[in-house]
């Protein structure tokens, strides 16, 4: 048989493998695609649930002011909203032994602190 003939017996050719091997690889990646996209908003979930969780480990004190004692707060306490000088668990329980400061009565920044 001339070698510029195509072969016809029967076996599969390199071309016929090939694409069959495209073919596979894309429905291969249309199973992927959306277990991956999954996967990534279940990481980004994971994610903000850490950082509102660290978040909510954070304390604050609003300094004193001429007539009232200096107040810890939890970092989402609305009665306090500014988010500067953030201090953590081990600052937190220092500011609630000292006797100038007190503790909101909102927010109750010791609950789960003396625990």
């Known amino acids: 048989m001339p070698d510029n003939l195509p072969h016809t017996s029967g076996a599969v050719s390199d071309l016929?493998?090939?694409r069959a091997l495209l073919d596979w690889l894309r429905w291969q990646a249309g199973q992927t695609?959306?277990?991956v996209?999954?996967?990534?908003?279940?990481?980004?979930?994971?994610?903000?649930?850490?950082?509102?969780a660290?978040?909510?480990?954070?304390?604050?004190i609003q300094p004193q002011r001429s007539s009232s004692t200096a107040l810890l707060?939890?970092?989402?306490?609305?009665?306090y909203p500014d988010q500067v000088g953030l201090i953590f668990r081990e600052d937190a329980l220092v500011a609630l032994a000292e006797p100038d400061i007190e503790p909101c009565e909102v927010c109750r920044p010791?609950?789960?602190l003396l625990s």
């Open 16 to 18: 016929e493998k090939n």
């Open 110 to 112: 010791q609950t789960g």
């Open 73 to 79: 707060h939890r970092v989402g306490c609305a009665t």
């Open 37 to 52: 996209r999954e996967l990534g908003i279940q990481q980004a979930q994971d994610q903000a649930r850490c950082e509102r």
């Open 33 to 35: 695609e959306p277990h």
């Open 54 to 60: 660290r978040a909510e480990m954070a304390w604050k």
